[in-house]
């Protein structure tokens, strides 16, 4: 199963961007991370495998949305009110167990390659 994200580029401050992930094949839990330069990669959102539970960062709580749509083995990140600190490399990530701590990068299989996302001030 291999993961292929799309979308990011630059946008201005208090603008939206989307993000979305597409899987060759089922996965369970999905998720975004992102890295800025300089920093560790950090847990933005996650979502079960049925996508019926969320979880979100408090960095981007009531700013960013992360949904699935399973028959299209894709998971998506819109992305709004965006700020300067929102600058980084999105990456998405899958796993192949149906139970995991979503927030921890460690519990996850798969990654994409990553997209950059510039936020300008």
């Known amino acids: 199963v291999q993961l292929v994200e799309s979308g990011g580029g630059l946008a201005p401050a208090g603008g939206s961007l989307p993000l979305s992930c597409a899987a060759s094949g089922r996965t369970y839990s999905m998720g975004w991370f992102r890295q800025a330069p300089g920093k560790e990669r950090e847990f933005v959102a996650g979502?079960?495998?049925?996508?019926?539970?969320?979880y979100y960062a408090d960095s981007v709580k009531a700013r960013f949305t992360i949904s699935r749509d399973n028959a299209k083995n894709t998971v998506y990140l819109q992305m709004n009110s965006l700020k300067a600190e929102d600058t980084a490399v999105y990456y998405c990530a899958a796993a192949r167990r149906l139970y995991i701590n979503v927030v921890a990068s460690t519990e996850y299989d798969l990654w994409g390659q990553g997209t950059q996302v510039t936020v300008s001030s």
């Open positions: 979502t079960t495998g049925t996508g019926g539970r969320t």
